[in-house]
Structures are given as structure tokens and as C-alpha cells.
């Protein structure tokens, strides 16, 4: 990213935040009363030699040290209040972004998008940034300017020697910031690319030590977690030899101003106190840039997440799904109960990270009560298209209808409702069954979470469960097989009485009962009039289609009722001017499927 684009994602990130700016701008008021304090106790050293040593006066010392502790005092008040002010800033802004910015990153997770955990983790590290003394020292740091001024009033050759020495760490602050940038934003990278093949060693654990692959996964995790330390190793060297150079300078300036004074003071242009003062002077002048010489890793690791999240945040980025109370966005209009009337219309869906698109131009429609089975041999695009009726994954073009209106036209809140879904791969949360089932509503009514089940069929199931609803399922909890695993998912699916369901695979890991279970529960949604979509290669299921759709290659190339195109695809050539009205062909596609196709 190129410093104009950076800088556009960190003001796009601080523009978030209400009042954000008033706020600085108080905290920079504050800041030069601080700094304009911090000239207390030089000016109280120089009191004290030319004033109270050389008259020996008890009261004026008293007077003196009376007023410097109040002023003490006010300057620890108004520090504190900073800092203060600084955390709620922090809580604010993690407040603000933090919805928006877990909506926006879960749009990302579909594969291919990257790392969305690494989102909430830039958020976690800008807020410790916000809320940590770096911005006070940043803050601080103009008062460089008032001590220059006040040293010049002193004597010009003090003047010229602090500001080289500010200059002079100035110089070196911005070289460890650039260098910590680079060498920080590698090792994030590299961070965020083991962190992830972590993951997914883990999520595929059974498969590596079945088939003997822990050994290489685990040298492939090092190489790529050798590679962060490797870069943050760097970063820590080049920022240590920039530290080194800066605590020489900042010593030295201090033992150096102190020969210059008393070179001025054999001249007689200034007293022994003020170069006291001025020693005490440079030292309040240099600390804020030693500081944060010291703290420029952090300084980069703070810029680089607020980057990342910037750019998550602009407007103009292309999302795949970007949500309705997403920044920026307006709701969409709240749309009369959904009936299941389901329309598609040359529907052609790209996968997230993919170059070509999956399904083109595919489209059917069936009406409220129907039930669509969904054919096609491995990679024609069944899944895909499972996904997008339901917006899992974007539409580039064409659409998908619910009783007439575009999905992307429905309220979130009401379009879920009335959708139930039942992925191939069923992944169950880390809470009890109960609120799996009820797709963790904390409002839940026990009744339609019990309904949802026996619809599925998995009620007798959950209760011969160790604690029937209340059994913990996750990471910590219950290890279910994948029968059980699709039947509760089968339950979720079914939750709400949703008027559209999206079903693919959902006898996978089914057993005969399962199977029964589960043609009881599609016809149960028949009979309710709801539309049911269904994928699956086993006849049992698509047995009680009503209309059977045959992708291959990503596009429609059978579509009618199951009895003609179960004929055509078992004697294409002696089936096709029965069928010929009752179905429809795609002209592009050279020939149907063959059953063992199908079957693959």
C-alpha cells in the first residue's frame, strides 16, 4: 500500500469515531499546559542557586518549594486526566468499530478472503495503543519548541545545541518507525500465515494422523512461524541499534550541555543556575523522543492494524457480502412475510478468491410447498449454487427472488427468518444443543426449539443425549458423530418455520433411520407450503421432488419433473422427443450427464 493510501485508511479510521477530533484537540490543549509545567523544576533549580544559596533566606525557599509542589500537583491532575480521557477514547472506538468491522470481516471468511480472526486482533492492538502512554509522548513531544524558546532567551549557543539534539533524535525516531514499519508488516504477514496453517492442522487432525502427515504439516507450520520470528527478529535488532545510537546521543547531550554552560558561565552570559536548569531542561526535552525511539515497534504495530482496518473499511473495496447496518449503509425496507416463491435468474456466482465463475447463467423457479432436488456430477456447481440461494456467497450476476423480491433486498434479520440452511459440512457451536438448535437466540421459546427437533427428527435422538437439550456441544463439550451433527443441523435449519430450505447433502452421514427422518421432515415442509431446495447424489431423497434441476459444468442442462428426467438421463437418446416438453435443455452444454456422472 502506497503512503496516500495509507494515510486515507487511517483518516477513514479516525473519522469513525464521534467527537474524535474535539477530543485531540483538548488533549493537545493539555499538552502545553503540561509542557509549559515541565519547566518547573528547571526554573525551581535555578531559583535555587541564584536565589536562595546566594541570599540564604529560609522563607524564599519555603515560599519556593510550597509553589512548585502545587504546580507538582496540578501537573499529576491534569496527566491523569489524560490518561483517563485516553481509555475512554480506547472503549469508544473498539464500541464503535467493533460491530461493524465482526460483520465486514465475516463477509471475508468465505474461502479464498484471508484471515478475518486477524481483524479483531488489529482492533484489540489499536485500542492497547490508544489507551497505552505512546499518545501522550506523541503529544508531548511539540513541547520541544517552548524549551528551544525558553534556552534561546537563556543563551542562543544553548538554544543551537538543544535543537541539534532534537533534531538529532528526531532523525532517529523516524528511522526506527521506518524501519520497524517494514519489518513489522512481514512479520504480521508471516504471523497470520502459520496462525492459519495452525488451524487448519487442527480442524484436520484426524486425516494427518491417519495418513501419517503430522511430521510434514509440522515443518511446514516452523518454516512459516521461523519466518515471523526471522522478521520480527529483525525489526527488534534494527530498532535496538537505533535505541543504542539514541541513549549515546541523549547522555552525551546531557553531559555536553553541561561543558557548554560552564563555558558560559566563565564568560559570565549566564549564572550557574541557569546552566543547572538547562541541563534539567534538555533532559525534560529529550525523554519524550527517547520514548518513543523506544516504543516504535509498537508505534508500527499500532499503524500497520490501523492500516489493515482501513482498508476493510473503505467504501469503495470490493466485499462479497457487504451487510445492510454495515458503515456506511442503509437498512433495507422491511418486506411483507416471505410465502417461498422462489425465482432464479441467470445466476452466475463466482467463489470468493476464484478467477472463473462456477455457475453461469443458471435459472428455474417453483412456487410455495414445492420441492427442488438439485443433480449433477462433482464440480457442476450443486454446492455453489446451495450458497447463493441462501447468500453465503455473492452474485455477480443475475439474481435469486424470494416472492419477488431480490435477497439482497431483504432485511437481514427478516431474511434469515425465513431461510433455514443445512450446509454439507455441519459445524456446530460451542454451546448446548438447545441453543445450537435455536441458532443461539438468547430469546429462544423452549417450545419451537422442541418443535424444531421433532420435525427433524432428532428429538429422541437429543434426549438420549447425556444432558438431553442442555448437553454442551464445541470444542469443550459433547464430540457427536456426523450423523448427529447434520441431524441437529437439520433441526437449526428448521427452526422458526422458515418458507425456504436450503438442503445440501443432508443425508451424507445419515443412517436408515436418519434417512426416514429426514424424508419425514421434507415432507412435513410440503405439507406446511414451504419451498425446499435439495442437494444430494442419493435417489432416496430426490424421490419426493416435485421438479429436478441438472447442472454440469455450471449450467442448467436438465430441468422438469422428476419421472421425465430420471428417464432422460438413463436413455438420453430414446427419451428425448417424449421428454421434450415436459424438460428443458441448454443449447450449450454438447450432451446431458450420464447416470454415472450423477453418481460421482
Not at 159 to 186: D, T
Not at 278 to 295: E, K, M, Y
Not at 463 to 481: E, F, W
Not at 508 to 520: K, P, T
Request: hydrophobic share 50%; with cysteine; net charge positive.
Amino acid at each position: 500500500m502506497n503512503p496516500t493510501d495509507s494515510r486515507d485508511a487511517l483518516a477513514r479510521v479516525v473519522a469513525l469515531v464521534p467527537g474524535i477530533r474535539i477530543v485531540l484537540a483538548a488533549m493537545a490543549l493539555l499538552a502545553v499546559v503540561c509542557g509549559a509545567l515541565m519547566l518547573v523544576p528547571s526554573l525551581y533549580m535555578m531559583q535555587i542557586y541564584d536565589r536562595v544559596l546566594s541570599s540564604r533566606s529560609e522563607y524564599t525557599l519555603a515560599v519556593l518549594t510550597g509553589l512548585v509542589l502545587g504546580l507538582f500537583a496540578l501537573l499529576s491532575a491534569i496527566e491523569w486526566i489524560r490518561g483517563a480521557v485516553m481509555v475512554k477514547v480506547a472503549a469508544a472506538f473498539e464500541a464503535r468499530l467493533r460491530g461493524p468491522l465482526f460483520r465486514l470481516a465475516f463477509d471475508d471468511a468465505a474461502p479464498g478472503s484471508g484471515h478475518p480472526a486477524g481483524a479483531m486482533q488489529d482492533l484489540a492492538t489499536v485500542r492497547q495503543f490508544i489507551a497505552g502512554p505512546v499518545p501522550g509522548l506523541i503529544l508531548d513531544a511539540p513541547f520541544a519548541i517552548v524549551a528551544l524558546a525558553v534556552a534561546f532567551l537563556v543563551d542562543p549557543w544553548l538554544g543551537v545545541f538543544i535543537a541539534a539534539a532534537v533534531l538529532s533524535l528526531l532523525g532517529l525516531a523516524m528511522l526506527a518507525r521506518r524501519r520497524g514499519l517494514a519489518h513489522q508488516r512481514l512479520a504480521a504477514d508471516a504471523a497470520r500465515q502459520a496462525s492459519a496453517r495452525m488451524n487448519a492442522a487442527f480442524r484436520q487432525g484426524e486425516a494427518i494422523r491417519a495418513m501419517g502427515m503430522l511430521d510434514t504439516v509440522m515443518r511446514r507450520w516452523i518454516a512459516r512461524h521461523e519466518d515471523s520470528h526471522l522478521a520480527q527478529g529483525r525489526a527488534e535488532a534494527a530498532n535496538a541499534r537505533v535505541t543504542a545510537v539514541a541513549r549515546f546521543v541523549r547522555i552525551a547531550s546531557q553531559s555536553l550541555v553541561l561543558a557548554l554552560g560552564a563555558v558560559l558561565v566563565l564568560e559570565e552570559r549566564i549564572t550557574p543556575g541557569m546552566m543547572i536548569a538547562t541541563s534539567i531542561l534538555l533532559g525534560r526535552v529529550l525523554a519524550p523522543f527517547d520514548a518513543l525511539i523506544n516504543a516504535a515497534g509498537g508505534i508500527a504495530s499500532a499503524r500497520a492494524a490501523a492500516v489493515r482496518i482501513g482498508r476493510l473499511l473503505d467504501p469503495a473495496r470490493p466485499v462479497p457480502l457487504r451487510s445492510a447496518d454495515a458503515i456506511g449503509a442503509g437498512g433495507a425496507v422491511a418486506l411483507p412475510a416471505a410465502r417461498g416463491a422462489l425465482r432464479v435468474d441467470g445466476l452466475v456466482v463466482v467463489p470468493p478468491g476464484a478467477t472463473q465463475p462456477t455457475l453461469r447463467g443458471v435459472g428455474f423457479e417453483t412456487e410455495p410447498g414445492r420441492i427442488v432436488g438439485i443433480l449433477g456430477p462433482s464440480g457442476s456447481g450443486k454446492s455453489t449454487l446451495a450458497r447463493a440461494l441462501v447468500r453465503v456467497w455473492p452474485i455477480h450476476a443475475g439474481c435469486v427472488r424470494l416472492d419477488g423480491a431480490e435477497l439482497a433486498h431483504w432485511p437481514d434479520a427478516q431474511r434469515a427468518a425465513a431461510t433455514g440452511y443445512l450446509p454439507q459440512d455441519v459445524e456446530l457451536f460451542d454451546a448446548t444443543v438447545a441453543e445450537n438448535i435455536a441458532r443461539l437466540d438468547p430469546d429462544a421459546d423452549d417450545a419451537d426449539v422442541i418443535a424444531a427437533a421433532i420435525e427433524a427428527g432428532a428429538h429422541q435422538m437429543i434426549l438420549r443425549l447425556p444432558d438431553g437439550y442442555q448437553t454442551r456441544l464445541g470444542a469443550d463439550g459433547l464430540a457427536l458423530s456426523g450423523g448427529q451433527r447434520q441431524r441437529i443441523g437439520l433441526a437449526r435449519a428448521l427452526y422458526g418455520a422458515p418458507v425456504l430450505v436450503v438442503l445440501d447433502e443432508p443425508n451424507a452421514h445419515l443412517d436408515d433411520a436418519g434417512e426416514r427422518a429426514l424424508a419425514a421432515a421434507i415432507g412435513h415442509c410440503r405439507a406446511a407450503g414451504r419451498t425446499v431446495v435439495i442437494v444430494s447424489h442419493r435417489p432416496g431423497v430426490l424421490r419426493q421432488a416435485d421438479q429436478l434441476v441438472v447442472l454440469n459444468d455450471g449450467r442448467v442442462v436438465l430441468a422438469g419433473p422428476p419421472d421425465a428426467v430420471l428417464a432422460r438421463l438413463s436413455r438420453p437418446e430414446a427419451a428425448a422427443l417424449s421428454s421434450s416438453r415436459a424438460e428443458t435443455a441448454v443449447p450449450s452444454s454438447p450432451r446431458p450427464p450420464s447416470p454415472l456422472e450423477i453418481a460421482a
